[in-house]
């Protein structure tokens, strides 16, 4: 297979400008430079992509599974490929396999196996429980959740290199459980919480850098006491992921925590898959999943249908939206080599039409779609 592509004949959406009459050029597996089309050099294989939209691979820091592929379900390496070749056709080339609150041991074999697995497209695990407060479990089984010590962290992470997100109840965990978490370079994130507007501002201030799933399960804001939500809209940089689905946020909601935190938001799909085996039962309900007693559970979405969903149901440019599904999510876990179009980053590139249709995907170089 040829090592030189050109994309060309699409509109390029790089970090904050819009491109035309231009071609993506890649080397290998990293992106060359962003070139006019009548300068693309010989011997780069053409792909001519029809008027499309290229913008870099999308990421989702969370998400349970795809397809008929619940990751907490089916622990092994062969589930975890199948989701990572599932989430390339839709355009997602970077992603965090999330589990909720289950049993250390759970844990334990999930972190075996995503070290096995030696996935490209995985970047790590996010951990959401089971740290979590009991009072704004949702769909998470209150008798898994727990209250962390020291020694159990230790038990549970101790040698690990592949747990990157957790997502934390920080009313219920004492400093130095945060404390040691953050030593191991795991990312926090506040959720399933009810932490009061103090509470959750002096977390933030501690290093508790996220906010997960904006609005679901969580402090609520209210006019006397604004929650989690005031408390992510008035800190200078704290980060906020949010479920655009219309079902786990409404969209005006949605509007409104874009006004107020700006490039602050960022995309999740927070996606399951049907499942009738173990902890999470997952029964499709029409556009999303919820638990056998109707308990809204996870969503059916797509990260580029959360795209879409930004653009014509809530008003967000195209050029922004894609921000929030690229760019955003790679400055939160570090990342300046994917989520963008620069020269020498990853060669993780999408395609999509008008009608927001995945046309092409190019993932290290290799042209997949």
């Known amino acids: 297979m040829n090592q030189n592509l050109a994309l060309s004949n699409g509109r390029i959406f790089t970090e904050y400008q819009v491109i035309d009459n231009h071609a993506v050029l890649v080397n290998r597996d990293r992106i060359l430079a962003i070139v006019p089309v009548n300068e693309i050099p010989v011997g780069f294989e053409v792909i001519d992509v029809q008027g499309g939209n290229i913008c870099p691979g ?30 390339l056709k839709q355009g ?9 609150t289950n049993t250390l041991a759970v844990f334990k074999t999930a972190i075996d196996v995503f070290r096995k697995a030696q996935s490209k497209i ?38 690990q290199d592949v747990v990157r997100i957790m997502t934390i109840a920080a009313e219920l965990m004492d ?37 997960t799933h904006l609005w679901n399960a969580m402090s609520p804001f209210h006019h006397r006491e604004v929650g989690i939500p005031g408390a992510a809209f008035s800190h200078a940089s704290v980060a906020a992921s949010i479920i655009v689905d219309g079902i786990h946020v409404d969209y005006q909601a949605v509007r409104l925590s874009k006004e107020l935190m700006g490039e602050r938001l960022f995309l999740i799909t927070d996606a ?52 929030m599904a690229t760019l955003y999510p790679a400055r939160q876990i570090a990342r300046d080599d994917i989520g963008n179009l620069r020269s020498h980053s990853l060669a993780n590139i999408l395609v999509f039409d008008s009608e927001y249709r995945v046309q092409q995907v190019v993932f290290e170089g290799q042209l997949i779609i």
Not at 69 to 84: N, P
Not at 92 to 100: D, E, G, R, V
Not at 124 to 135: D, I, K, M, T, Y
Not at 175 to 199: F, K, P, V
Request: charged share 15%; glycine share 10%; net charge negative.
């Open 175 to 211: 400093q130095e459980c945060i404390d040691y978490l953050q030593e191991q370079g795991i990312r926090l994130t506040l959720g399933h919480s009810t932490a009061s507007y103090q509470q959750a501002t002096s977390a933030f201030n501690k290093g508790i850098g996220m906010v």
């Open 92 to 100: 997602c080339t970077s992603y965090m396999p999330t589990l909720a």
């Open 58 to 87: 999308l990421i989702d820091l969370q998400i349970y599974g795809t397809g008929n592929d619940l990751f907490s379900a089916e622990l092994t390496v062969e589930s975890l490929s199948r989701i990572d070749n599932n989430l």
């Open 122 to 159: 995985a970047l790590g695990l996010h951990l959401e429980g089971p740290f979590l407060n009991p009072a704004k479990r949702g769909a998470h089984p209150e008798e898994l959740i727990i209250k962390a010590t020291k020694p159990l962290l230790e038990d549970l992470l101790q040698g």
């Open 272 to 323: 399951v898959a049907a499942c009738d085996k173990g902890v999470y039962q997952h029964v499709l309900n029409g556009d999303h999943y919820v638990m056998p007693d109707g308990t809204l559970s996870g969503s059916a979405l797509s990260l580029l249908q959360a795209v879409k969903n930004c653009v014509q149901q809530v008003g967000i440019d195209l050029s922004e939206a894609l921000r």
